[in-house]
């Protein structure tokens, strides 16, 4: 079992910036794939950004040259960095990690900007 902890949501100004953080109980080192989704009021779960282990990053076209996905295997953790925050970029964020044999995911962090 894998436990994920997300931190670094909170409220923030359009035009704003936050880096949210996905602590893993376990290495990352060799996960399949990582990545960070969004869930809004009223609308379904969509993916954000994520990086399947050797390939380029893919995002949404709606963060795509605002927002970046990282990782540091020292730590153990997944990083999204949100730049030029909007207000449609409310909602609650969730990592998901992907070990091969399952995923995990974290129990997820809000994030409100303000317009």
């Known amino acids: 079992q894998v436990q994920l902890v997300e931190s670094g949501g909170g409220l923030v100004q359009a035009g704003g910036s936050l880096r949210l953080s996905c602590a893993a109980s376990r290495s990352i080192f060799g996960i399949n794939s990582m990545g960070w989704y969004r869930q809004a009021p009223g609308k379904q779960r969509e993916l954000v950004a994520r990086i399947i282990s050797g390939a380029t990053a893919n995002y949404a076209d709606s963060v795509k040259g605002r927002f970046t996905i990282s990782r540091d295997n020292a730590k153990n953790t997944v990083y999204l960095q949100m730049n030029s925050l909007k207000p449609e970029d409310t909602a609650v964020y969730y990592c998901?990690?992907?070990?091969?044999?399952?995923?995990?995911w974290g129990q997820g962090t809000q994030v409100t900007v303000s317009s």
């Open positions: 998901n990690l992907d070990y091969v044999i399952r995923d995990y």
